[in-house]
């Protein structure tokens, strides 16, 4: 898998904002990716050094459309600490 194919999109809520002042940050990442691609990927494309990397496996809801329930895609979530005085500039200001 290559290192671009690992990051889909960066998670922008209100308490991923809180967590950037702690340094980490929330990224969709593919269902099959790693750890060790997921830090060499946000280390690749942010020139930054990752400490720690949470994964976790987001189940999809099920929306309801009348008489029918849908499911929503599931999908992973990667939370990544970054080192002491790294940040990610994209994020500042959101």
Do not use: C
């Not at 809520?13 to 946000?42: C, L, N, W």
């Not at 990667?78 to 994020?91: H, N």
């Amino acid at each position: 898998m290559h290192s671009f194919d690992v990051l889909r999109r960066p998670i922008i809520t209100e308490k991923s904002t809180y967590m950037q002042d702690a340094g980490r940050y929330a990224f969709e990442v593919a269902p099959t990716a790693t750890k060790h691609q997921i830090k060499s990927a946000v280390e690749a494309a942010f020139d930054v050094s990752v400490v720690k990397i949470n994964t976790m496996n987001v189940k999809g809801k099920g929306k309801r459309y009348g008489p029918r329930v849908v499911m929503r895609p599931s999908w992973k979530k990667a939370l990544v600490t970054l080192a002491a005085g790294d940040s990610i500039t994209i994020f500042e200001g959101v």
